[in-house]
Nanobody, 125 residues
Framework: QVQLVESGGRLVQAGGSLRLSCAASGRTLSFYTMGWFRQGPGKEREFVSAIRWGTGSTIDADPVKGRFTISRDSAQNTLYLQMNSLKPEDTAVYYC??????????????????WGQGTQVTVSS
């Protein structure tokens, strides 16, 4: 059992930066993969980035490579997504998720058992 609460979403201009946070509580996270997904208007929820909590190993979706960085603060049980060089197509509700994933399944939303409520990111042009 894991509870996840995202925060940090807001309106930002194209080219700007934003950091999202996801506070986790409940079961220990040592064996989990945690990820960020997003869902834009009229779109399916898509994978953004993921991190193995125990090792810090990360994977990123192609559209955000070089721009977004996932990280975690183990002492605070908090997941972050640092977003730089934001584009209008990054506009979406961003969700934090936790699950027992491996590298092959970490990009698949059905892998994740626990989800936050989402936080809205809007990038204006």
């Amino acid at each position: 059992q894991v509870q996840l609460v995202e925060s940090g979403g807001r309106l930002v201009q194209a080219g700007g930066s934003l950091r999202l946070s996801c506070a986790a509580s409940g079961r220990t996270l040592s064996f989990y993969t945690m990820g960020w997904f997003r869902q834009g208007p009229g779109k399916e929820r898509e994978f953004v980035s993921a991190i193995r909590w125990g090792t810090g190993s990360t994977i990123d979706a192609d559209p955000v490579k070089g721009r977004f960085t996932i990280s975690r603060d183990s002492a605070q049980n908090t997941l972050y997504l640092q977003m730089n060089s934001l584009k209008p197509e990054d506009t979406a509700v961003y969700y934090c998720a936790a699950g027992l994933a491996d590298r092959a399944t970490a990009r698949i939303r059905q892998t994740y058992a626990y989800w936050g409520q989402g936080t809205q990111v809007t990038v204006s042009s």
